[in-house]
Protein backbone atom coordinates (compact mmCIF):
# COMPACT_ATOMS: atom_id res chain seq x y z
CA UNK A 1 0.00 0.00 0.00
CA UNK A 2 1.55 3.61 -0.85
CA UNK A 3 0.64 6.02 1.22
CA UNK A 4 2.74 9.06 0.49
CA UNK A 5 5.35 9.20 -2.13
CA UNK A 6 8.99 8.34 -1.65
CA UNK A 7 10.29 12.20 -2.34
CA UNK A 8 7.99 13.29 0.23
CA UNK A 9 9.45 11.07 3.46
CA UNK A 10 12.19 11.91 5.69
CA UNK A 11 14.07 8.89 6.09
CA UNK A 12 16.25 10.26 8.34
CA UNK A 13 13.34 10.75 10.85
CA UNK A 14 12.96 6.80 11.81
CA UNK A 15 12.88 5.62 14.22
CA UNK A 16 11.62 7.80 16.14
CA UNK A 17 12.13 8.94 19.49
CA UNK A 18 10.32 6.20 20.92
CA UNK A 19 12.03 3.60 18.23
CA UNK A 20 8.81 3.62 15.83
CA UNK A 21 9.04 3.38 12.13
CA UNK A 22 5.48 4.98 11.43
CA UNK A 23 3.20 2.60 13.34
CA UNK A 24 5.51 -0.68 13.69
CA UNK A 25 8.19 -1.00 15.76
CA UNK A 26 8.76 0.36 19.52
CA UNK A 27 9.67 -1.51 22.65
CA UNK A 28 7.16 -4.32 23.78
CA UNK A 29 9.51 -5.63 26.58
CA UNK A 30 8.34 -6.52 30.33
CA UNK A 31 9.54 -3.70 32.75
CA UNK A 32 12.48 -5.57 34.15
CA UNK A 33 14.26 -5.22 30.72
CA UNK A 34 13.30 -1.52 30.23
CA UNK A 35 16.64 -0.54 31.83
CA UNK A 36 18.75 -2.38 29.60
CA UNK A 37 17.25 -0.99 26.67
CA UNK A 38 17.77 2.53 27.72
CA UNK A 39 21.43 1.74 28.71
CA UNK A 40 21.74 0.25 25.56
CA UNK A 41 20.36 3.31 23.51
CA UNK A 42 22.43 5.39 25.61
CA UNK A 43 25.58 3.32 25.18
CA UNK A 44 25.19 3.32 21.08
CA UNK A 45 24.11 6.57 21.07
CA UNK A 46 27.38 8.07 22.30
CA UNK A 47 29.45 5.02 20.69
CA UNK A 48 28.05 6.73 17.19
CA UNK A 49 29.68 10.31 18.02
CA UNK A 50 32.92 8.47 20.11
CA UNK A 51 35.60 9.14 17.22
CA UNK A 52 37.87 6.86 19.25
CA UNK A 53 35.21 4.25 19.41
CA UNK A 54 34.65 4.21 15.34
CA UNK A 55 38.25 4.41 14.80
CA UNK A 56 38.30 1.12 16.58
CA UNK A 57 35.55 -0.11 14.78
CA UNK A 58 36.97 0.52 11.41
CA UNK A 59 40.32 -0.79 11.98
CA UNK A 60 38.93 -4.01 12.92
CA UNK A 61 36.29 -4.14 9.78
CA UNK A 62 39.33 -3.57 7.57
CA UNK A 63 42.01 -6.09 9.61
CA UNK A 64 39.89 -8.68 10.84
CA UNK A 65 36.97 -9.21 8.99
CA UNK A 66 38.37 -7.84 5.64
CA UNK A 67 36.59 -4.90 4.68
CA UNK A 68 35.52 -3.38 2.64
CA UNK A 69 34.42 -7.08 0.38
CA UNK A 70 34.15 -6.66 -3.49
CA UNK A 71 31.71 -6.27 -5.67
CA UNK A 72 31.89 -8.97 -8.62
CA UNK A 73 30.87 -8.08 -11.89
CA UNK A 74 28.72 -12.16 -12.70
CA UNK A 75 29.51 -11.98 -16.48
CA UNK A 76 28.45 -15.47 -17.25
CA UNK A 77 25.56 -15.14 -15.04
CA UNK A 78 24.48 -11.51 -16.86
CA UNK A 79 24.71 -13.20 -20.00
CA UNK A 80 23.12 -16.24 -19.95
CA UNK A 81 20.06 -14.43 -18.64
CA UNK A 82 20.54 -11.93 -21.50
CA UNK A 83 19.30 -8.82 -19.51
CA UNK A 84 20.22 -6.94 -17.22
CA UNK A 85 24.12 -6.76 -16.11
CA UNK A 86 24.59 -8.39 -12.30
CA UNK A 87 26.62 -7.61 -10.02
CA UNK A 88 27.70 -8.92 -6.49
CA UNK A 89 28.29 -7.82 -2.94
CA UNK A 90 30.49 -10.03 -1.41
CA UNK A 91 29.78 -10.34 2.12
CA UNK A 92 30.43 -14.14 1.79
CA UNK A 93 33.82 -13.48 1.79
CA UNK A 94 33.61 -11.67 4.98
CA UNK A 95 35.82 -13.04 8.19
CA UNK A 96 33.32 -15.94 8.83
CA UNK A 97 31.28 -16.28 5.77
CA UNK A 98 28.29 -13.62 6.42
CA UNK A 99 27.18 -10.15 6.67
CA UNK A 100 26.36 -11.09 10.39
CA UNK A 101 29.97 -10.24 11.37
CA UNK A 102 29.30 -6.55 10.91
CA UNK A 103 26.62 -6.48 13.51
CA UNK A 104 28.22 -8.86 15.89
CA UNK A 105 31.72 -6.82 16.12
CA UNK A 106 29.71 -3.87 16.15
CA UNK A 107 27.44 -4.65 19.54
CA UNK A 108 30.51 -6.98 21.12
CA UNK A 109 32.91 -3.89 21.15
CA UNK A 110 30.21 -1.50 22.25
CA UNK A 111 29.65 -3.74 25.28
CA UNK A 112 33.16 -4.09 25.60
CA UNK A 113 33.63 -0.30 25.57
CA UNK A 114 30.92 1.26 26.73
CA UNK A 115 29.29 -0.77 29.42
CA UNK A 116 30.33 -2.80 31.94
CA UNK A 117 28.42 -6.20 30.88
CA UNK A 118 30.92 -9.45 30.80
CA UNK A 119 28.61 -11.86 29.41
CA UNK A 120 26.78 -12.08 26.09
CA UNK A 121 23.88 -14.45 24.94
CA UNK A 122 22.51 -14.59 21.42
CA UNK A 123 20.05 -16.55 19.40
CA UNK A 124 20.93 -18.46 16.12
CA UNK A 125 19.10 -19.33 12.93
CA UNK A 126 21.24 -20.50 10.04
CA UNK A 127 24.02 -20.53 12.62
CA UNK A 128 25.29 -17.72 10.93
CA UNK A 129 24.77 -15.14 13.44
CA UNK A 130 26.09 -17.27 16.19
CA UNK A 131 29.30 -18.15 14.95
CA UNK A 132 29.72 -14.67 14.11
CA UNK A 133 29.27 -13.76 17.70
CA UNK A 134 31.41 -16.60 19.05
CA UNK A 135 34.28 -15.03 16.55
CA UNK A 136 33.87 -11.65 17.92
CA UNK A 137 33.64 -12.99 21.53
CA UNK A 138 36.48 -14.73 21.21
CA UNK A 139 38.57 -11.98 19.60
CA UNK A 140 37.55 -9.22 22.40
CA UNK A 141 37.50 -12.22 25.23
CA UNK A 142 34.10 -12.13 26.38
CA UNK A 143 32.02 -14.92 27.56
CA UNK A 144 29.05 -16.38 25.30
CA UNK A 145 26.34 -18.99 24.77
CA UNK A 146 24.20 -18.78 21.86
CA UNK A 147 20.67 -20.90 21.75
CA UNK A 148 19.70 -22.47 18.99
CA UNK A 149 16.81 -24.53 18.13
CA UNK A 150 17.37 -28.18 17.64
CA UNK A 151 16.06 -28.60 13.98
CA UNK A 152 18.45 -25.57 12.78
CA UNK A 153 20.84 -27.22 14.87
CA UNK A 154 20.54 -30.88 12.60
CA UNK A 155 20.51 -28.40 9.66
CA UNK A 156 23.66 -26.25 10.69
CA UNK A 157 25.72 -29.26 11.86
CA UNK A 158 28.86 -27.29 10.84
CA UNK A 159 28.15 -24.37 12.23
CA UNK A 160 26.89 -25.33 15.97
CA UNK A 161 30.73 -26.87 15.58
CA UNK A 162 32.25 -23.92 14.55
CA UNK A 163 30.29 -21.89 17.59
CA UNK A 164 31.97 -24.90 19.83
CA UNK A 165 35.70 -24.45 18.59
CA UNK A 166 35.46 -20.56 19.30
CA UNK A 167 34.98 -21.02 22.59
CA UNK A 168 30.99 -20.41 22.49
CA UNK A 169 29.00 -22.76 24.71
CA UNK A 170 25.53 -23.85 22.62
CA UNK A 171 22.57 -24.24 24.19
CA UNK A 172 20.01 -26.51 22.17
CA UNK A 173 16.19 -25.40 22.19
CA UNK A 174 13.67 -27.73 21.89
CA UNK A 175 10.07 -25.91 22.49
CA UNK A 176 7.90 -25.07 19.64
CA UNK A 177 8.91 -25.19 16.22
CA UNK A 178 12.81 -25.52 17.62
CA UNK A 179 13.40 -22.83 14.91
CA UNK A 180 14.69 -19.44 15.10
CA UNK A 181 11.88 -17.86 17.59
CA UNK A 182 12.03 -20.27 20.04
CA UNK A 183 15.81 -19.44 20.12
CA UNK A 184 15.13 -16.01 20.97
CA UNK A 185 12.65 -16.68 23.39
CA UNK A 186 15.32 -18.53 25.28
CA UNK A 187 18.13 -16.08 24.49
CA UNK A 188 15.47 -12.93 25.83
CA UNK A 189 14.46 -15.16 28.82
CA UNK A 190 18.59 -15.82 29.74
CA UNK A 191 18.46 -12.08 29.14
CA UNK A 192 15.76 -10.99 31.66
CA UNK A 193 17.12 -13.08 34.35
CA UNK A 194 21.18 -11.99 34.21
CA UNK A 195 20.42 -8.95 32.88
CA UNK A 196 22.99 -6.67 35.15
CA UNK A 197 25.80 -8.44 33.28
CA UNK A 198 24.81 -10.11 30.17
CA UNK A 199 24.42 -8.25 26.85
CA UNK A 200 21.51 -9.74 24.80
CA UNK A 201 23.54 -9.60 21.28
CA UNK A 202 20.68 -9.79 18.61
CA UNK A 203 21.37 -11.09 15.43
CA UNK A 204 18.56 -9.28 12.89
CA UNK A 205 16.94 -5.85 12.52
CA UNK A 206 14.03 -6.78 14.92
CA UNK A 207 13.23 -6.87 18.33
CA UNK A 208 12.81 -3.91 21.01
CA UNK A 209 13.84 -0.43 20.30
CA UNK A 210 17.41 0.38 19.77
CA UNK A 211 17.99 -2.95 18.27
CA UNK A 212 16.71 -2.38 14.53
CA UNK A 213 17.94 0.92 14.21
CA UNK A 214 21.09 -0.05 15.89
CA UNK A 215 21.63 -3.11 13.44
CA UNK A 216 21.03 -1.50 10.33
CA UNK A 217 23.66 1.18 11.21
CA UNK A 218 26.16 -1.82 11.61
CA UNK A 219 25.02 -3.31 8.71
CA UNK A 220 25.23 -0.52 6.36
CA UNK A 221 28.44 -0.23 6.15
CA UNK A 222 27.25 -2.41 3.08
CA UNK A 223 25.83 0.06 1.35
CA UNK A 224 28.21 2.50 1.91
CA UNK A 225 30.69 0.65 0.18
CA UNK A 226 28.11 -0.21 -2.70
CA UNK A 227 27.78 3.32 -2.69
CA UNK A 228 31.52 4.17 -3.81
CA UNK A 229 32.24 0.83 -5.71
CA UNK A 230 29.54 0.97 -8.20
CA UNK A 231 30.35 4.04 -9.41
CA UNK A 232 33.84 3.81 -9.71
CA UNK A 233 35.63 1.08 -11.93
CA UNK A 234 38.32 1.12 -10.35
CA UNK A 235 36.76 -1.00 -7.58
CA UNK A 236 34.84 -3.41 -9.90
CA UNK A 237 31.92 -1.25 -10.34
CA UNK A 238 29.66 -0.24 -13.52
CA UNK A 239 30.86 3.25 -13.54
CA UNK A 240 26.54 4.15 -12.45
CA UNK A 241 24.04 3.80 -9.55
CA UNK A 242 22.12 0.26 -9.94
CA UNK A 243 18.79 0.30 -11.61
CA UNK A 244 17.78 -1.89 -8.79
CA UNK A 245 19.18 -3.51 -5.44
CA UNK A 246 18.13 -7.55 -4.58
CA UNK A 247 18.44 -9.01 -0.73
CA UNK A 248 16.67 -11.52 0.91
CA UNK A 249 14.95 -10.74 4.21
CA UNK A 250 14.67 -13.04 7.26
CA UNK A 251 14.90 -10.30 10.09
CA UNK A 252 16.07 -8.14 7.22
CA UNK A 253 19.46 -6.93 8.38
CA UNK A 254 21.69 -7.51 4.87
CA UNK A 255 18.68 -6.20 3.20
CA UNK A 256 18.51 -2.74 5.17
CA UNK A 257 21.97 -2.51 5.22
CA UNK A 258 22.24 -2.62 1.91
CA UNK A 259 19.09 -0.72 1.31
CA UNK A 260 19.48 1.91 3.35
CA UNK A 261 22.14 4.18 2.31
CA UNK A 262 20.18 4.70 -1.25
CA UNK A 263 16.93 5.26 0.03
CA UNK A 264 17.25 8.89 -1.08
CA UNK A 265 18.05 7.31 -4.81
CA UNK A 266 14.70 7.34 -6.24
CA UNK A 267 15.79 5.99 -9.40
CA UNK A 268 17.06 2.78 -7.52
CA UNK A 269 14.72 -0.02 -7.16
CA UNK A 270 14.88 -2.06 -3.67
CA UNK A 271 13.36 -4.95 -3.97
CA UNK A 272 13.29 -8.14 -0.82
CA UNK A 273 12.80 -11.19 -0.96
CA UNK A 274 11.23 -13.29 1.71
CA UNK A 275 11.51 -16.78 1.81
CA UNK A 276 8.24 -18.73 -0.05
CA UNK A 277 9.06 -22.57 1.14
CA UNK A 278 6.78 -24.58 -0.41
CA UNK A 279 4.48 -21.81 -2.55
CA UNK A 280 2.55 -19.60 -0.15
CA UNK A 281 -0.64 -21.18 -0.77
CA UNK A 282 -0.41 -24.30 1.15
CA UNK A 283 1.10 -22.05 4.02
CA UNK A 284 4.57 -23.50 4.15
CA UNK A 285 6.56 -20.54 3.83
CA UNK A 286 7.95 -17.87 5.95
CA UNK A 287 6.36 -15.02 3.50
CA UNK A 288 5.22 -12.25 5.86
CA UNK A 289 4.24 -9.60 2.97
CA UNK A 290 2.63 -12.43 0.63
CA UNK A 291 0.46 -13.94 2.23
CA UNK A 292 -2.43 -11.92 2.66
CA UNK A 293 -4.43 -13.81 5.23
CA UNK A 294 -1.75 -14.75 7.72
CA UNK A 295 0.60 -12.17 7.64
CA UNK A 296 -0.87 -9.31 9.67
CA UNK A 297 0.09 -6.44 11.68
CA UNK A 298 1.51 -8.21 15.12
CA UNK A 299 3.74 -8.11 17.75
CA UNK A 300 6.52 -10.62 18.24
CA UNK A 301 9.70 -10.69 20.40
CA UNK A 302 9.74 -7.02 21.13
CA UNK A 303 8.72 -5.28 18.43
CA UNK A 304 5.65 -4.31 15.85
CA UNK A 305 5.66 -5.52 12.65
CA UNK A 306 4.20 -8.19 9.94
CA UNK A 307 3.79 -11.62 11.76
CA UNK A 308 2.53 -14.72 10.32
CA UNK A 309 -0.58 -15.73 12.78
CA UNK A 310 -3.38 -18.09 12.49
CA UNK A 311 -6.83 -16.66 13.01
CA UNK A 312 -6.55 -16.12 16.65
CA UNK A 313 -3.34 -14.36 16.07
CA UNK A 314 -1.11 -17.53 17.68
CA UNK A 315 2.08 -17.64 15.76
CA UNK A 316 2.04 -19.28 12.96
CA UNK A 317 4.83 -22.29 11.88
CA UNK A 318 7.08 -21.40 8.95
CA UNK A 319 9.04 -23.34 6.86
CA UNK A 320 11.88 -22.48 4.66
CA UNK A 321 14.73 -24.48 3.28
CA UNK A 322 16.78 -21.65 4.48
CA UNK A 323 17.32 -21.25 8.18
CA UNK A 324 18.21 -17.81 8.44
CA UNK A 325 14.84 -16.93 6.50
CA UNK A 326 12.72 -19.15 8.87
CA UNK A 327 11.21 -16.56 10.76
CA UNK A 328 7.40 -15.54 11.51
CA UNK A 329 7.98 -12.01 11.76
CA UNK A 330 9.81 -9.52 9.86
CA UNK A 331 12.18 -6.05 10.80
CA UNK A 332 9.80 -2.95 11.51
CA UNK A 333 11.90 -0.69 9.11
CA UNK A 334 10.97 -2.98 5.93
CA UNK A 335 7.51 -2.85 6.99
CA UNK A 336 7.29 0.78 7.08
CA UNK A 337 9.89 1.39 3.83
CA UNK A 338 6.63 -0.91 2.36
CA UNK A 339 4.15 0.74 3.43
CA UNK A 340 5.55 4.64 2.00
CA UNK A 341 6.32 2.90 -1.21
CA UNK A 342 10.01 3.00 -1.26
CA UNK A 343 10.95 -1.18 -1.30
CA UNK A 344 9.15 -3.51 -2.57
CA UNK A 345 8.91 -7.51 -1.67
CA UNK A 346 8.72 -10.89 -3.37
CA UNK A 347 9.64 -14.25 -2.53
CA UNK A 348 11.21 -17.15 -3.93
CA UNK A 349 10.23 -20.70 -3.33
CA UNK A 350 13.08 -23.29 -1.82
CA UNK A 351 12.73 -24.91 -5.33
CA UNK A 352 13.65 -21.51 -7.20
CA UNK A 353 16.14 -20.92 -4.93
CA UNK A 354 18.10 -24.17 -5.63
CA UNK A 355 17.83 -23.07 -8.67
CA UNK A 356 19.39 -19.68 -8.16
CA UNK A 357 21.90 -21.70 -6.26
CA UNK A 358 22.80 -23.92 -8.93
CA UNK A 359 23.21 -20.73 -11.08
CA UNK A 360 25.72 -19.22 -9.09
CA UNK A 361 27.72 -22.53 -8.41
CA UNK A 362 28.04 -23.00 -12.05
CA UNK A 363 28.37 -20.00 -13.62
CA UNK A 364 30.19 -18.15 -11.27
CA UNK A 365 31.96 -20.33 -9.18
CA UNK A 366 30.74 -19.32 -6.02
CA UNK A 367 28.92 -21.86 -3.44
CA UNK A 368 25.82 -18.76 -2.00
CA UNK A 369 24.02 -19.18 1.68
CA UNK A 370 20.82 -20.20 0.54
CA UNK A 371 19.60 -17.27 2.32
CA UNK A 372 21.87 -15.27 -0.14
CA UNK A 373 20.47 -18.14 -3.51
CA UNK A 374 16.70 -16.48 -2.73
CA UNK A 375 18.02 -13.07 -3.98
CA UNK A 376 19.71 -14.53 -7.03
CA UNK A 377 16.69 -16.85 -7.53
CA UNK A 378 14.55 -13.98 -7.87
CA UNK A 379 17.60 -12.60 -10.16
CA UNK A 380 16.46 -15.34 -12.56
CA UNK A 381 13.22 -13.84 -13.12
CA UNK A 382 13.93 -10.34 -13.12
CA UNK A 383 16.88 -9.72 -14.95
CA UNK A 384 15.80 -11.10 -18.56
CA UNK A 385 12.82 -8.48 -17.78
CA UNK A 386 15.37 -5.28 -17.97
CA UNK A 387 17.28 -4.26 -20.66
CA UNK A 388 21.10 -5.09 -21.55
CA UNK A 389 22.40 -1.61 -20.40
CA UNK A 390 20.34 -2.11 -17.05
CA UNK A 391 22.44 -2.86 -13.38
CA UNK A 392 21.10 -5.13 -11.11
CA UNK A 393 22.79 -4.98 -7.39
CA UNK A 394 22.55 -8.33 -5.26
CA UNK A 395 23.67 -8.76 -1.77
CA UNK A 396 25.50 -12.08 -1.73
CA UNK A 397 24.82 -11.75 2.35
CA UNK A 398 26.84 -15.14 2.81
CA UNK A 399 28.80 -18.38 1.56
CA UNK A 400 27.38 -21.59 1.25
CA UNK A 401 29.53 -24.19 3.08
CA UNK A 402 27.39 -24.45 5.70
CA UNK A 403 24.47 -25.83 3.85
CA UNK A 404 25.81 -28.15 1.58
CA UNK A 405 24.02 -31.19 3.66
CA UNK A 406 20.68 -29.59 2.92
CA UNK A 407 21.40 -29.15 -0.59
CA UNK A 408 22.90 -32.32 -1.47
CA UNK A 409 19.71 -33.96 0.26
CA UNK A 410 17.42 -32.00 -1.71
CA UNK A 411 19.31 -32.81 -5.19
CA UNK A 412 19.64 -35.97 -3.84
CA UNK A 413 15.45 -36.28 -3.90
CA UNK A 414 15.58 -35.34 -6.97
CA UNK A 415 13.63 -31.45 -5.68
CA UNK A 416 15.62 -29.80 -8.37
C1 LIG B 1 23.91 -15.75 5.00
C2 LIG B 1 22.65 -15.19 5.57
N1 LIG B 1 21.93 -14.32 4.83
C3 LIG B 1 20.78 -13.80 5.31
C4 LIG B 1 20.28 -14.15 6.55
C5 LIG B 1 19.00 -13.56 7.00
O1 LIG B 1 19.12 -12.61 8.00
P1 LIG B 1 18.88 -11.08 7.72
O2 LIG B 1 17.53 -10.96 7.07
O3 LIG B 1 18.92 -10.47 9.05
O4 LIG B 1 19.96 -10.60 6.82
C6 LIG B 1 21.00 -15.05 7.36
C7 LIG B 1 20.52 -15.41 8.70
O5 LIG B 1 21.04 -16.22 9.38
C8 LIG B 1 22.21 -15.58 6.85
O6 LIG B 1 22.95 -16.45 7.57
Not at 268 to 276: F, H, Y
Request: proline share 5%.
Amino acid sequence: MTLTTPSSVNFGAVPDESGRFGPYGGKYVPETLMPALDELEEAYLNARNDQEFMAELAHLQHTYVGRPTPLSYARRLSEELGGAQIYLKREDLAHSGAHKINNALGQALLMKRKMGKTRIVAETGAGQHGVATATAAALLGIECIVYMGTVDMERQKPNVFRMQLLGTEVRSVDSGSQTLKDAINEAIRDWVTNVETTHYLLGSALGPHPYPAMVRDFQSIIGLECYRQMQDPAEGGPGRMPDAIVACVGGGSNAIGIFHPFLEEEGVRLIGVEAGGHGIEDGEHAARFADPERGRLGVLQGTKSYVLQDSDGQIALTHSISAGLDYASVGPEHAWLRDVGRSEYTYCTDRQTLEGFKALCELEGIIPALESAHAIGHVLELAPQMERDQVVLVNLSGRGDKDLGTVMQAFGEGSQ
